[in-house]
């Protein structure tokens, strides 16, 4: 049995309650669209806004619930665009300001709901407040993390942080002054404690609710507020603690407060609008946080992105995910690839073994509670381009050294929508990164119709996950019972070594993260799987790498 018989016989029109209510974005599934790489409509190689809406079909046919587009305001681009000089406008390289319009109507006339990213950590060196600072305008420069040097003549760095693609994280200015650039030094940070900070992004926000965007994907969330004074780390490769040990640059508490005055913000439109934070903490106590009843609705769950294929660690994951969150009446929010990491079928391995365990972690992120992410291509199975020629790459972090290992270019390739040579409909010309031959086998057009296609398997578990009820939010299904460790009614099950089961009302879910095949007693009767399953009712043969979806 493999996906090809499943979904059409349990699917149905309605969803789970969640989403049609203000609390959609429980057990929503939001694609994320790296807008350069999505689909170009001028000819130019480069993805626009045009592009975007032209493509947003195939989105609805896959069953998502939103999308998240990554920034499209006028940039420079030394950052892929969170390098921004005015969060009010289109870059014309996506187009200008009727093109969001039009885009944000037409998803919506599709049943789909329309996140943007805001970058409030900093701004581009380029935008008008930062070129005041650097003039030596003493108002402007208070805005940013501007400090005098240390050493005899001020010649060296304030402190010693390091920006997180490498080097030092200050630069010094003509006059002798250096700033706190965290990221690029075309990225200068922003200070939250001077109050037109504040007041602007809230002007920011407003703008764009009132254009119907539906809510706000929060760059670098955890990182507008910084320890006071300033205070040295006294360590090197800075950037390999984030996430796993306290930093005076990341996740201060003062973060909150500027969340807590958002989500007032946000609750005041109505209408479900959301704010999602990007946040690296070290535990999952700390992300719980930004989810609290009075801050914003959903974070970005790392930690679950980062696990290995390794069934241990995965459910240690999940259940402390899963508590974190419970705790703070939160869902837990889902995530496998970015526009950051290395996409992951090539995490788990590559080829053929590292396709089977990609698609069988996402049946496996699909049937947990909560919300979960895709990343543009995911659904196409494609892998991390890995062979990109140095004289082609853009990621800032390439020519840096110590910081991250600035080959993120690798998962932002442009898509592949038709055809056989590129680039395979992406666009009328060309392609701003170099897609490798071969990928027409995994375009959209190829993978459309084909039941064991990645795109078919995609379009199966969404389709389940709306219909199944005990499945998506964690109130889905009937309640948890007495013995059940979550709300959602989740309760893991006893399984063989190397294999996970779950059970949720009227459904389980297997994973066997063996290379070799592994039978147990059916736990119902299965309705998905990421491979083809062997069962006679009574006992199940599941393949290697594999996750089966039962309905019980």
């Known amino acids: 049995m493999t996906h090809d018989s499943t979904a059409v016989q349990l699917a149905s029109s309605s969803s789970n309650a969640t989403a049609s209510d203000g609390g959609w974005w429980r057990d929503a599934v939001i694609y994320q669209v790296y807008v350069r790489s999505f689909a170009d409509s001028d000819g130019d190689g480069i993805g626009d806004l045009r592009g975007v ?13 939103a999308v998240w587009l990554t920034p499209f305001y006028v940039s420079p681009q030394a950052d892929g665009g969170y390098d921004v000089a005015d969060y009010r406008a289109v870059d014309p390289l996506f187009g200008d300001l009727s093109d969001a319009d039009e885009l944000v109507r037409a998803a919506h006339a599709l049943g789909l709901r329309v996140i943007v990213d805001v970058v409030p950590n900093h701004t581009s060196e380029q935008h008008p407040w930062f070129r005041a600072a650097v003039a030596g305008e003493p108002g402007p420069r208070e805005r940013y993390h501007f400090r005098p040097g240390r050493g005899a003549s001020g010649e060296l760095p304030p402190n010693d942080w390091e920006s997180i693609f490498g080097g030092p994280a200050w630069t010094r200015v003509p006059d002798g002054a250096w700033y706190l650039h965290l990221f690029a030094p075309e990225q200068p940070d922003l200070d939250w404690d001077h109050p037109e900070v504040a007041a602007e992004f809230a002007s920011v926000l407003r703008f764009w609710l009132d254009l119907g965007i539906d809510g706000f994907r929060i760059d670098v969330a955890h990182g507008m507020v910084k320890a006071t004074g300033l205070p040295d780390i006294g360590r090197g490769a800075q950037a390999t603690l984030i996430g796993t040990e306290p930093l005076p640059f990341f996740d201060q508490d003062g973060v909150h407060e500027i969340h807590r005055s958002w989500r007032r913000l946000l609750d005041s439109y109505g209408g479900g609008r ?115 020629p140095d004289r082609v790459r853009q990621d800032p972090a390439f020519l840096r050294t110590a910081g991250q290992d600035g080959l993120r270019d690798g998962c932002r390739v442009p898509l592949p929508w038709s055809g056989a040579e590129p680039p395979y409909g992406f666009g009328p010309a060309g392609s701003w990164l170099p897609q490798p031959a071969g990928w027409g086998g995994l375009s959209v057009a190829a993978q459309t119709g084909d039941p064991h296609s990645t795109l078919e398997l995609y379009r199966a578990a969404l389709e389940l996950r709306r219909a199944m009820p005990g499945l998506g939010a964690p109130e889905a299904g009937t309640g948890a019972g007495a013995d059940d460790a979550y709300p959602c009614g989740m309760h893991w099950e006893a399984a063989p070594e190397g294999v996970l089961l779950f059970t949720r009302p009227g459904f389980a879910c297997t994973l066997n993260s063996r290379s070799g095949p592994v039978e147990l007693p059916a736990p119902g009767r299965p309705v998905l799987s990421s491979a083809p399953v062997d069962t006679d009712g009574r006992t199940v043969r599941l393949p290697p790498d594999s996750c089966t979806w039962w309905s019980s």
């Open 274 to 388: 959301i704010g999602v934070a990007e946040a690296w903490a070290p535990t999952s106590e700390r992300l719980a946080l930004y989810v609290r009843p009075d801050e914003l609705h959903q974070a970005f769950n790392f930690r679950f992105l980062n696990c290995p294929w390794d069934p241990a660690a995965m459910r240690t994951v999940i259940d402390e995910s899963l508590a974190a969150t419970t705790a703070v009446g939160a869902p837990t929010t889902w995530v496998l690839s970015n526009h950051d990491v290395v996409r992951h079928v090539t995490r788990y391995g590559g080829g053929a073994r590292g396709l089977a365990r990609a698609r069988a972690a996402a049946l496996l992120m699909l049937a947990l509670p909560g919300s979960a992410y895709l990343y543009q291509g995911e659904e196409l199975g494609l892998p991390e381009v890995a062979d990109l």
């Open 53 to 65: 809406r032209s493509r947003l079909p195939h989105l609805a046919r896959l069953g998502v619930d």
